[in-house]
């Protein structure tokens, strides 16, 4: 609905994945005035909490879905499993907490594959490009570590807000996963049977949706509550859009996502699901989780990070630009007070981000 109201093309494309799971991809074919020159496929894929929407929100000529498919990129949008697109299983339920068990490990090992494949099959492009932000650059550094035979389909990888190594971050939430809260979070929801967070249908987001269309509250309040999850000091998101972003955002995703995202914080390794000594014994073979081979990420990977996000922090960005075999950079947005969420909403990000991924993606 939010493409089509613009009028560009738009379809909807259902994946399966080889351990079941049903995902719901969103093309962009071309842009409103079709461009005189192709440019070739490009996945684009959302963070943690969020879905294809969020690459549409702002409109023509800001929204990065729209930016791409404009340039001559046919577009599609990835939704991981278990948010609001991409609730489906050949067996389970989401009742169900097998429906649940997966991190983005999983999403990186079978959602990307079945992903990738079923663009190049349907396009007949054997390589495509790939743009991720927050965890969708999480799943792409797992994808290419345990599915290193993808790395000839991929021309190239733009990580916005990189999400790999996260002993630095200095978000509020790290006091809270320091002291085990987020464990005890996961622990209590697993003991009453709940194994989602913050689903779109959920009652409690429903009601803080709707204090939000207010725009004096949404103002006030909600864009409050953005700026300290993505990074404090920005002025980036407009309050006039912060409804329309809360009507799609938060989109769901499994407890355990979160749990494996704060054993990175804590272990300083970027690394598979730590399930304790015994688990790890019997399902890898040594009492400590196995890091991720960040060796075997061939293809060309640009990073791209900012100075306020207190999710992704330059150091551990850093760190990941060093142990890749063959990156593009690692390059900061030319504005200090740019956060995490800026990448999506921020009213300047056409031209402090995106145009320049376009001249990067032209070289490739």
Known sequence: QLVSKYGYPVESHTVL????????????????????????????????????ADWVILGPDKALGYVLADAGYDVWLGNARGNTYS???????????????????????YDLPAVVDYIVNTTGEQRLFYVGHSMGTTMFYAFLSERPQYNGKIRAMFS????????HMTNPLRAFILTRGLEAFYVGHRNLGVMNVLSNSDPFVEIGRRACRD??????????????????????INASDIPTILGHTPAGTSTKTFLHFAQLVKSGRFCQFDYGPDGNSRLYG???????KLDNLKAPISLHY?????????????????????????????????????????KDVRT???DYILELMSKY
Not at 160 to 167: C, E
Not at 286 to 292: G, H, S, T, W
């Open 352 to 354: 402090l981000v995106y």
């Open 17 to 52: 994945t080889s351990d079941g799971y049903f995902l719901t991809l969103h093309r962009i074919p071309h842009g409103r005035h079709n461009a005189t020159v192709y440019s070739g496929a490009v996945i684009v894929q959302h963070g943690v909490l969020s879905s294809s």
């Open 160 to 167: 916005l807000a990189p999400v790999a190594f996260s002993s």
């Open 306 to 346: 900012s100075d306020h996000d207190s999710l992704a922090s330059h150091t551990d960005v850093l760190l990941l630009h060093k142990q890749l075999p063959n990156p593009i950079g690692y390059f900061r947005v030319p504005l200090r007070e740019f956060n995490h969420l800026d990448f999506l909403w921020g």
């Open 87 to 109: 609730r489906r299983h050949v067996k389970l339920t989401t009742g169900t907490e097998q429906f649940w068990d997966f991190s983005w490990h999983e999403m990186g090992v």
């Open 286 to 292: 040594d009492v400590k989780p196995p890091a991720y």
């Open 215 to 236: 725009k004096s509250f949404a103002k006030a309040v909600c864009g409050n509550i953005l700026l300290v999850l993505g990074g404090l000091g920005s002025s980036q």
